[in-house]
């Protein structure tokens, strides 16, 4: 089963300013890497797919980068919608399918 | 656009079977382009993906509920099922359906149902 770590666990980050989250994973996974958006009480929302593609309706300033077994999701400037938590899911060797433990963005 | 609904009781005792449904509106559940999947996610904590079925039948579940699960398919009804048995307070959580395509990042879940084990 491949591991997927995430860091930090928290961000604190003000409103405008830029996010970059991190997530590893235990071997590769080439581009097979998504990321997901969940906000309290909604299920996780599909932000990126193959390590880089933005899914139907996620705005620019999302983005992803990264292949093999480290990764970056990028928020440019951050809105107020985005405080959220973000995780990063793996589907390259499956099943199981799996999911780092997630980064929380929250205001500073 | 497609659509999925869990449903199902929302507080269930130790030791019974948790039982969920997913409705999927909006596509065909036997259209063989999806895998159907269960993850889970307790109170406060991240997400754990727990089985998936495809439209033929076939089924792969996670190691650590394996013993414990069981996910069927009804095409008819376009419908897919979960059922964990001896279920204990580490089995509380929000359960959600999702799907993926060919075995790809989950594009569509429903919202989600909380179920709550206890006495």
């Known amino acids: 089963e491949i591991v997927m770590t995430q860091s930090p666990a928290t961000l604190s980050v003000s409103p405008g300013e830029r996010a970059t989250l991190s997530c590893r994973a235990s071997?590769?996974?080439?581009?097979?890497l998504a990321w997901y958006q969940q906000k309290p009480g909604q299920a996780p929302r599909l932000l990126i797919y193959?390590?880089?593609t933005r899914a139907t309706g996620v705005p620019a300033r999302f983005s992803g980068s990264g292949s093999g077994t480290e990764f970056t999701l990028t928020i440019s400037s951050l809105q107020s919608e985005d405080f959220a938590v973000y995780y990063c899911?793996?589907?390259?060797?499956?099943?199981?399918?799996?999911f780092g433990q997630g980064t929380k963005v929250d205001i500073k | 656009q497609v659509h999925l609904q869990e449903s199902g009781p929302g507080l269930v005792k130790p030791s019974q079977t948790l039982s969920l449904t997913c409705t999927v509106s909006?596509?065909?559940?036997?259209?063989?382009?999806?895998?159907w999947s269960w993850i889970r996610q307790p109170p406060g904590k991240g997400l754990e993906w727990i089985g998936y079925?495809?439209?033929?039948?076939?089924?792969y579940y996670n190691p650590s509920l394996k013993s414990r699960l069981t996910i069927s398919i009804d095409t008819s009804k376009n419908e897919f099922s979960l059922k964990l048995s001896s279920v204990s307070a580490a089995d509380t959580a929000v359960y959600y359906c999702?799907?993926?395509?060919?075995?790809?990042?989950?594009?569509?879940w429903g919202q989600g149902t909380l179920v709550t084990v206890s006495s």
């Open positions: 909006g596509g065909s559940i036997s259209s063989g382009d999806y895998y």
């Open positions: 071997q590769s996974v080439s581009s097979n």
């Open positions: 193959g390590a880089s």
């Open positions: 899911q793996q589907y390259n060797n499956w099943p199981p399918w799996t």
């Open positions: 999702a799907s993926s395509p060919e075995g790809g990042a989950f594009d569509y």
């Open positions: 079925i495809y439209y033929s039948g076939s089924t």
